[in-house]
């Protein structure tokens, strides 16, 4: 009889999948492809439309099955927050986020355990960066894991040692990291799939929204800078965050608002576009848990410039730009140094591109995969 390792992929089916649906797919993808002999993956999912489990079943082929839970996703989540529910079954479970089933077990019984995965740790470092009803979940699925989860995956060491510092999971904690989305290749033909897109001849490009921690204010308060070549900017993100506008934001840092775009490409193929034609990809984040919008450009051979904040540090290894946050001000006037260091040096662009691309060789799935495989394996 094979090993099941039970996989909770609901994330697939959210309305918006977003980041943990992404992973979700990917390392779910690369733990059917790396299954040891006589083992198989089988995926957990609220109660959905048939229309959602076939297309979990089209996104994941080789799943041996689909367990389906008979609650919704909403009351699914307020079950496992609460811990009114048994388990879907017992044996290895392997959460993609905190959304699992969490309670007392014994694993030297039948092999029970559950893995779960920390991603960021907004509710405790941004709270206004989350609704009040996502923070109170989150940290009760923490309090949770801390009392019944048999190891806590995270990305990077930085948020390793930030968890640590929140509450005390022992040696509970492991760090296996992430690699480019699924899909991430430029497709043939990618000219008309730039020019279709609307994309410049130059242009720099940078992923997220207006909040205050990720840096995008601050990136484009250093494109107004005097002195700093008139390039534009493409967004990889919405237009808005709360009452503030990217376009009137960028005006009132000194740049043309049709400097400016914001854009959500459709598919991975279209995002490679978007990225590998870039001047420089630019990650100005004051604050993030794992650095994959860096390994992405890196994947691609795109020059990168980005902050200092101890993921991205960890995950660059040098391979990209660095440029200090710092304590006080003076982190726009470094911005701007080191974009026009990049945008009119050709021989330092050229080195970031190398390098980026040694370093994302670092980074696979089927790695990720693996040591996910050898750490239920462990337990």
Same mark, same amino acid.
């Given at each position: 009889?094979?090993?099941?390792?039970?996989?909770?992929?609901?994330?697939?089916?959210?309305?918006?999948?977003?980041?943990?649906?992404?992973?979700?797919?990917?390392?779910?993808?690369?733990?059917?492809?790396?299954?040891?002999?006589?083992?198989?993956?089988?995926?957990?999912?609220?109660?959905?439309?048939?229309?959602?489990? *076939?297309?979990?079943?089209?996104?994941?082929? %080789?799943?041996?099955?689909?367990?389906? &839970?008979?609650?919704?996703?909403?009351?699914?989540?307020?079950?496992?927050?609460?811990?009114?529910?048994?388990?879907?079954?017992?044996?290895?479970?392997?959460?993609? &986020?905190?959304?699992?089933?969490?309670?007392?077990?014994?694993?030297?019984?039948? %092999?029970?355990?559950?893995?779960?995965?920390?991603?960021?740790?907004?509710?405790?470092?941004?709270?206004?960066?989350?609704?009040?009803?996502?923070? !109170?979940?989150?940290?009760?699925?923490?309090?949770?894991?801390?009392?019944?989860?048999?190891?806590?995956?995270?990305?990077?060491?930085?948020? !390793?040692?930030?968890?640590?510092?929140?509450? *005390?999971?022992?040696?509970?904690?492991?760090?296996?990291?992430?690699?480019?989305?699924?899909?991430?290749?430029?497709?043939?033909?990618? &000219?008309?799939?730039?020019?279709?897109?609307?994309?410049?001849? !130059?242009?720099?490009?940078?992923?997220?929204?207006?909040?205050?921690?990720?840096?995008?204010?601050?990136?484009?308060?250093?494109?107004?800078?005097?002195?700093?070549?008139?390039?534009?900017?493409?967004?990889?993100?919405?237009?808005?965050?709360? *009452?503030?506008?990217?376009?009137?934001?960028?005006?009132?840092?000194?740049?043309?608002?049709?400097?400016?775009?914001?854009?959500?490409?459709?598919?991975?193929?279209?995002?490679?576009?978007?990225?590998?034609?870039?001047?420089?990809?630019?990650?100005?984040?004051? *604050?993030?848990?794992?650095?994959?919008?860096?390994?992405?450009?890196?994947?691609? %051979?795109?020059?990168?410039?980005?902050?200092?904040?101890? !993921?991205?540090?960890?995950?660059?290894?040098?391979?990209?730009?660095?440029?200090?946050?710092?304590?006080? =001000? =003076?982190?726009?006037?470094?911005?701007?140094?080191?974009?026009?260091?990049?945008?009119?040096?050709?021989?330092?662009?050229?080195?970031? &591109?190398?390098? =980026?691309?040694?370093?994302?060789?670092?980074?696979?799935?089927?790695?990720?995969?693996?040591?996910?495989?050898?750490?239920?394996?462990?337990?």
């Amino acid at each position: 009889m094979p090993t099941t390792l039970r996989v909770i992929v609901d994330q697939l089916v959210a309305p918006v999948p977003g980041a943990v649906g992404r992973y979700a797919e990917a390392l779910t993808r690369a733990l059917i492809e790396t299954a040891p002999a006589e083992c198989e993956v089988e995926g957990i999912v609220s109660s959905s439309l048939p229309s959602d489990y *076939d297309r979990v079943l089209a996104t994941l082929p %080789g799943l041996s099955g689909l367990y389906k &839970s008979s609650l919704a996703r909403r009351e699914l989540a307020a079950a496992w927050q609460f811990g009114v529910t048994t388990s879907p079954g017992g044996g290895m479970i392997h959460a993609p &986020s905190l959304f699992a089933p969490l309670r007392r077990h014994d694993r030297t019984v039948g %092999g029970e355990q559950v893995i779960v995965t920390v991603h960021d740790l907004l509710a405790w470092t941004h709270p206004e960066s989350l609704t009040t009803t996502s923070v !109170a979940w989150q940290k009760a699925m923490l309090k949770r894991a801390r009392r019944h989860a048999d190891a806590i995956v995270v990305p990077t060491h930085a948020l !390793a040692e930030r968890l640590a510092r929140i509450a *005390d999971f022992g040696d509970r904690i492991r760090v296996i990291g992430t690699a480019p989305r699924s899909g991430l290749r430029v497709p043939l033909g990618a &000219s008309a799939v730039a020019e279709e897109l609307g994309l410049p001849s !130059a242009y720099l490009v940078a992923e997220g929204t207006l909040e205050p921690r990720k840096g995008l204010v601050d990136l484009l308060q250093a494109l107004g800078r005097s002195g700093v070549p008139d390039i534009p900017l493409v967004v990889i993100g919405p237009e808005s965050y709360g *009452d503030q506008h990217l376009a009137t934001v960028a005006e009132e840092a000194g740049v043309a608002p049709g400097r400016v775009r914001a854009m959500e490409p459709a598919t991975p193929g279209e995002l490679a576009v978007v990225l590998a034609g870039a001047a420089a990809f630019v990650a100005p984040s004051r *604050d993030e848990g794992d650095g994959t919008a860096l390994i992405e450009a890196f994947a691609l %051979g795109t020059p990168v410039i980005h902050s200092d904040t101890p !993921a991205y540090v960890e995950v660059a290894a040098e391979a990209g730009l660095s440029v200090p946050v710092g304590v006080g =001000g =003076g982190y726009v006037e470094r911005l701007a140094a080191a974009v026009t260091a990049v945008l009119e040096q050709p021989d330092l662009a050229e080195r970031l &591109s190398i390098a =980026g691309g040694d370093r994302a060789n670092a980074f696979s799935w089927r790695d990720s995969a693996e040591r996910v495989w050898q750490l239920h394996a462990d337990l």
